[in-house]
């Protein structure tokens, strides 16, 4: 699955999409949709007040899919030199979806390092995409708090 097709939602600001490396389930980003290298603190009102939306929003839907524990948030921009932050779920306990378990092997410690060669086959990722996307878009019709 491509970088497009791991699109999860579009807004007018920010995009949201699954991460490729799905050792943490349910591990998504938003992306600003404006091209420059904008330092967090430096986004628009407009983007913010989109940011926050959305965020509140994948953050419910998260949690109606997968009950996280826990949510770590990063937005370094070290690798990507780019305005976006990853929404990262945190499990104390193994979690299975589309026959596929998922284990997050330090869950009280940092995010990184992660196994970067975690492998999820295409249909669960695929799976993983679509459920997000249908509990993204019922949270953002609720107006997720």
């Known amino acids: 699955m491509d970088h ?3 699109r999860i939602y579009e807004g007018k ?4 999409y699954l991460h490729k490396n799905q050792c943490y389930l349910g591990r ?3 992306w600003a949709k404006r091209d420059d290298d904008v330092d967090f603190l430096e986004m628009t009102f ?14 419910s839907a998260l949690g109606v899919v997968f009950q996280p524990d826990r949510i770590n948030y990063a937005a370094l921009s070290n ?33 990184v390092p ?15 995409r679509s459920t997000l996307t249908r509990a993204l878009t019922k949270a953002l019709q609720d107006g997720a708090q």
Not at 46 to 59: N, S, Y
Not at 114 to 128: A, K, L, T
Request: charged share 25%.
């Open 79 to 111: 690798a990507s030199p780019h305005l976006h932050v990853h929404i990262i779920p945190r499990y104390d306990s193994t979690r299975t979806f589309s026959g596929q378990s998922f284990h997050d092997h330090n869950p009280a410690g940092n995010y």
């Open 114 to 128: 992660y196994n970067r060669g975690f492998i999820v086959q295409e249909q669960v990722m695929s799976d993983i």
């Open 4 to 6: 497009k097709e791991r």
């Open 28 to 30: 998504t980003y938003l």
């Open 13 to 16: 600001n920010w995009e949201i």
């Open 46 to 59: 407009e983007e913010r007040d989109e940011f926050f939306l959305l965020g509140r929003a994948m953050k």
